[in-house]
C-alpha cells in the first residue's frame, strides 16, 4: 500500500512539474507545490519505514534513493525542456536533412545543410510533399517535369518558351501558378513558378518567388531559418 500511495503521488509530482499551465493547488503555486511532492513522498517512505522490518530498512533507502531519481531527472528535463527540443531537432536534422525544425510560436522554419553542402527542404506542392533546393539565385520556384507532374500539373499542356539557367547548362521552361505551396508549415497560394523543359533540373529549386514572401530568411555555417 505505501509504494502505491508512493506512484500515485510521483505521478501528480510529475504532472506538475512538466506541465506550464498547471496553476495553483489548495492555496500554494505552482513551484511552492512541486516542490512540496518529493518532500510529501520520502515522508509516507519514512513513515512506512516505522512499521517496516528492520531487514527491509535497505530497501526502503534504495527505494528513496530511487525515487529522488526519478524527481531530480523530471526537474531537469522541465528546466531545459526547449535546450532538449533543439537538440533532439538538430539530430533530427543532420539524418533528415529536409525536414524542417518549425516553431510555430516564432513562425520559424529551420533546416540543416546536406552531406553534399546544399540546404534541401522538403515542401508540399498541391498537397504533393516534393524535395527542393534552397536557391536564392533563382528567381522563382523552378520545378521538374516530374515533380510537376507528381503536384497534378498537366505538363503536356505547357508551352516552354522561356529561356532559363539551370544547372545543366541553358534550357527552356514554362510559367505556371502553384495553387498551394508550403514549406515548414509556412503556406503560400498562387505562387508564380517554372517548370523547366525535360531532363533540364535534376531537382526542383526553391526561389525567389517563395523566398520575397517571407518575412526574413537567414543562413548560418550549418542553418537555414525561414521566418514567416
Not at 526519478?70 to 529536409?98: C, K, N, S, W
Amino acid at each position: 500500500m505505501i509504494f502505491i500511495g508512493i506512484a500515485l503521488l510521483i505521478a501528480v509530482g510529475l504532472a506538475l512539474l512538466i506541465s506550464a499551465d498547471a496553476g495553483s493547488l489548495v492555496g500554494l503555486s505552482e513551484m511552492q507545490t512541486a516542490q512540496l511532492i518529493p518532500l510529501l513522498v520520502l515522508l509516507i517512505v519514512f513513515a512506512g519505514g516505522l512499521f517496516t522490518r528492520p531487514r527491509r530498512i535497505k530497501e526502503l533507502l534504495t527505494g528513496v534513493v530511487l525515487w529522488v531519481g526519478i524527481f531530480g531527472v523530471a526537474g531537469l528535463t522541465y528546466a531545459y525542456r526547449d535546450e532538449l527540443v533543439g537538440i533532439a531537432g538538430r539530430v533530427m536534422g543532420e539524418f533528415q536533412p529536409g525536414v524542417a525544425l518549425v516553431d510555430a510560436n516564432q513562425g520559424t522554419a529551420t533546416f540543416r545543410r546536406g552531406i553534399g553542402g546544399h540546404f534541401q527542404v522538403n515542401a508540399t506542392i498541391n498537397g504533393h510533399t516534393t524535395p527542393m533546393i534552397f536557391d536564392t539565385g533563382a528567381s522563382a520556384v523552378v520545378l521538374s517535369v516530374p515533380d510537376a507532374e507528381a503536384a497534378g500539373i498537366d505538363t503536356d499542356a505547357l508551352n516552354f518558351t522561356i529561356p532559363v539557367s539551370t544547372a545543366n547548362g541553358t534550357g527552356r521552361a514554362a510559367r505556371i501558378r502553384i495553387d498551394r505551396l508550403e514549406v515548414g508549415g509556412i503556406m503560400r497560394e498562387g505562387v508564380t513558378a517554372f517548370v523547366a523543359e525535360r531532363g533540364a533540373l535534376e531537382t526542383s529549386l526553391l526561389g525567389q518567388t517563395f523566398l520575397e514572401t517571407l518575412q526574413r530568411y537567414s543562413v548560418t555555417q550549418n542553418s537555414l531559418e525561414l521566418v514567416d
